[in-house]
Nanobody, 122 residues
């Protein structure tokens, strides 16, 4: 059984930072591209960042320069360091895994975590 468990969400003031973690189990972690998505109330889930098997990284334009994705294959964990957070980035942040690694769309992801809430106050 594949499980992705996010942690690190919480309350933060605008301009603050958080680091999210996603611990994976039940899969060969190093064979999967890993991504972060977020979904604000009333909005569609959107791509935030992804890292492929061998380290190739892609970010949404809105987070470039502020967010950093990384992975530790020995720990089966992917991270998202979020700096200079904005109130409009309040959302549930989801970890996802993709074996194919050819698309960053929501529909292309094979597995999802349950999400962790990030609330950014102004």
């Amino acid at each position: 059984q594949v499980q992705l468990v996010e942690s690190g969400g919480g309350l933060v003031q605008a301009g603050g930072s958080l680091r999210l973690s996603c611990a994976a189990s039940g899969l060969t972690f190093s064979n999967y591209a890993m991504g972060w998505f977020r979904q604000a109330p009333g909005k569609e889930r959107e791509f935030v960042a992804a890292i492929r098997r061998f380290g190739s990284i892609r970010y949404a334009d809105s987070v470039k320069g502020r967010f950093t994705i990384s992975r530790d294959n020995a720990k089966n964990t992917v991270y998202l360091q979020m700096n200079s957070l904005k109130p409009e980035e309040t959302a549930v942040y989801y970890c996802a895994a993709d074996n194919a690694g050819s698309s960053w769309s929501v529909s292309a992801m094979d597995y999802w975590g349950k999400g962790t809430l990030v609330s950014v106050s102004s």
